[in-house]
């Protein structure tokens, strides 16, 4: 299994000062969870990043491969095994959001795509691109748009 931790110090400070005012997280993590699920959602549904950024169009060779054997989205095979296996957990200390999809060829197909990649594969060097769809970056901090609704869904229960 593949973990990338938020490293986001403003998220994590108000989540500290939720703590210290209401103890048990469940309830706020389960809404962040919800959240967190939907964006990640929301990209494969409209094929963008989850700050808004189209993803990178693709290759001829994808496009042929999809015409033979189904599906037609980016990101999205006939079975849709990447969407399908999206899930998340909450408990009191922790949210996890994630998907369980890995390539025929061997490559952790969700980091691959994530972050893009300059090889996958055994047998020949491939290149991905980078298409986002969980909205975290590369360095584990959150993307800027979906960090403020994470503060609001976290200041709604300060506030409450």
Do not use: C
Request: hydrophobic share 35%.
């Amino acid at each position: 299994m593949i973990q990338i931790e938020i490293q986001s110090a403003d998220v994590m400070g108000a989540i500290e000062q939720l703590h210290r005012k209401i103890g048990n997280l469940s309830e706020p993590m389960g809404d962040i969870g919800n959240y967190l699920m939907n964006m990640t959602e929301e990209s494969f549904d409209n094929e963008r990043s989850p700050d808004g950024e189209a993803w990178h169009p693709l290759a001829e060779s994808t496009l042929r491969y999809k015409a033979k054997y189904g599906g037609h989205k980016i990101l999205q095979s006939k079975d849709s095994n990447t969407v399908r296996s999206l899930s998340h957990d909450a408990s009191d200390t922790s949210v996890i959001v994630g998907v369980n999809a890995y390539s025929s060829k061997g490559y952790e197909y969700p980091i691959a795509h994530q972050f893009g990649t300059d090889k996958a594969g055994r047998s020949k060097s491939v290149r991905i691109e980078a298409r986002p769809f969980f909205p975290i970056t590369q360095d584990g901090e959150l993307v800027d748009n979906v960090k403020v609704e994470v503060l609001e869904i976290i200041m709604g229960y300060l506030e409450g």
